[in-house]
């Protein structure tokens, strides 16, 4: 009882303190604040992020207390969270010999030496800190660890996280920050056990199954993954991530009639959710149920007329059913609301092919490998075009050349540039695509086999056998 009071005795106290500043800033009046009600009004917008207003506490505390050390320690920390760690230094370094036993004291100026590039000043500074501290010596090492966080040092991070979750397997502060490290680190089976781990301490918080749920999705553990969003959702139904995700993860699976189940919760939750709509419209289409996609893309459309996905869900569904000229009209709207998005423009290329407007699909295709060079499909349609449409067998080889630079690894440029080389009577470069190919998808030979000649067929049999038992092997 008598520490509930006195936990409501200090919140009050806080808060009256940030009242009477805040109070004072308003009249631009004068009142007089001690050091330790200073120390917690400047900590409180610290927290915050509030910068400007704390700066303008630390100046007011130190004209009443110009020798205080604490708040010049605050003045420091304001210095380097507002990214000035050079003059949070400085200031640390005046008050330092009255800090020699304070682990807050050295674990900030470490945190400066680090975000200026001194490692091994940083290292000291931080072992200080942990000597110096008495009680919570996990969590001064967890600082160590965010301190490194923030300037993306991620061994080191885990480093110190380790050491904190050593000395206290509890703290779920640091499994957190471990099973986040590890997701950034693309260490997901790590990731997943401090996740689970922190369960184990938590089981009913939605957003760490939730974040579960899309580790085992990055793993292709769907399974599991839908698992992990049908915990989160039944703690919290109206987790919208959770709801989205699950959807997601369904479509993936080509589950699109269970994912419009999902999306559909995630629109009794928020009617207006634009992306639910679309979503549900993309479902449709995949299931070849056009006049509920393009229902759904309207619906959308209502709501949001500038909402590009859904105009381009409109122009895919029109195209599906070979309407062209209809989805044309919807692939330039989804184009001019996002110029810069391959995929509209993708789409774009190959309705004006379907139309004979073969200038401005050439036209739509650059536009997409200048926006995204490793669009293998688009580089092939252009040279495609140069060839079939253009009889123009040298320009193909130029364009798909230039393709090869940014995709030297891609089969499928190989075989075609191959196929184009031997054609255009280059047989040694056409031989060498050709084996580049099949070391990389060795079946593909298959599709682009009857593309070549049967005099220089004959000239790759050997090849082909040679990679086919090497394939077996």
Known sequence: MQESFEHFYEEDSLYHAINRFEDMIKSNSTCYFDV?????????????????????????????HPASAEIKFRLAQLHI??????????????????????????????????????????????????????????????????SYINTRRYKLALKYLKLAHEINPYNISVIHEMALVYERVDDLNSSSIFYQKYLDIDPYNDNIWLCLGMVYSNLGNTEKALEAYDFAIAIHPDNISALFSKANTLVTIGENKEAIKVYLEVIDEEPDNVQAYTYIGECYEKLTLYKRSIYYFNRALQMDPHYGDAWYGLGISYYEQGNHA?????????????????????????????LQMLEKSAESFNRVVELDPNDHEAWLNRADL????????????????????????????????????????QSRLGYQHFEKALSLDFIEHLDYIKDIPSKSVKSLTALINRYRNNSRK
């Open 326 to 354: 209809e989805s044309l009209k919807y692939f330039k709207k989804a184009k001019n609301i996002d110029p810069e998005n391959p995929d509209f423009w993708f789409m774009l290329g190959e309705a004006y092919r379907k």
């Open 81 to 146: 969270q507002s990214g000035k760690p050079s003059k949070g230094l400085q200031l640390l370094r005046d008050i330092e010999s009255f800090e020699t036993t304070n682990s807050d004291f050295f674990l900030l100026k470490g945190s400066a030496l680090n975000l200026l590039g001194k490692k091994d000043e940083a290292t000291h500074a931080f072992d200080l800190a942990i000597a110096c501290a008495v009680e919570s010596k996990d969590d001064v090492i967890f600082n160590i660890a965010y």
């Open 36 to 64: 330790c009600e200073f120390e917690v009004i400047i900590d409180y917008y610290l927290d915050q992020h509030n910068f400007k207003v704390a700066e303008e506490a630390v100046c007011v505390g130190l004209n009443q």
């Open 386 to 425: 140069s060839y079939t449409d253009n009889n123009d067998l040298k320009g193909a080889i130029r364009i798909l050349s230039k393709a090869f630079e940014f995709n030297p690894e891609n089969s499928a440029i190989n075989y075609r540039l191959a196929v184009y080389f031997i054609i255009n009577n």
